[in-house]
């Protein structure tokens, strides 16, 4: 069983950053963030693996976020730069196989509010 605590979100204006953690107690093939904004089905935002460090993102943060890892904290970390007001939902840490896009473990979220 892997606990992962998200951290980080808060409220921002547009154009802003924010750095969300998740913090995992243990380790997993590699770990990816999503959200989910009011009345929208679950996004994909990206993943990382643990090993190899290989990321994958989606089309509608590439270049605006960047995920990050710490091995020895295992502690995962995503760089949101550019905030837009579309950008806010709860975002979620999940640890699992990104490979097969299969996640087993799923933080509780934190909010992540833009104003314009």
């Known amino acids: 069983q892997v606990q992962l605590v998200e951290s980080g979100g808060g409220s921002v204006q547009a154009g802003g950053s924010l750095r969300l953690s998740c913090a995992a107690s243990?380790?997993?093939?590699?770990m990816g963030w999503f959200r989910q904004a009011p009345g929208k089905e679950r996004e994909f935002l990206v993943t990382i693996n643990w090993k190899s460090g290989n990321t994958y993102y989606a089309d509608s943060v590439k270049g605006r976020f960047t995920i990050s890892k710490d091995n020895v904290k295992n502690t995962v970390y995503l760089q949101m730069n550019s905030l837009k007001p579309e950008d806010t939902a709860v975002y979620y840490c999940?640890?699992?196989?990104?490979?097969?896009?299969?996640?087993?473990?799923w933080g509780a979220g934190t909010q992540v509010t833009v104003s314009s």
């Open positions: 999940a640890a699992g196989n990104p490979e097969i896009g299969k996640y087993d473990y």
């Open positions: 243990g380790r997993t093939f590699g």
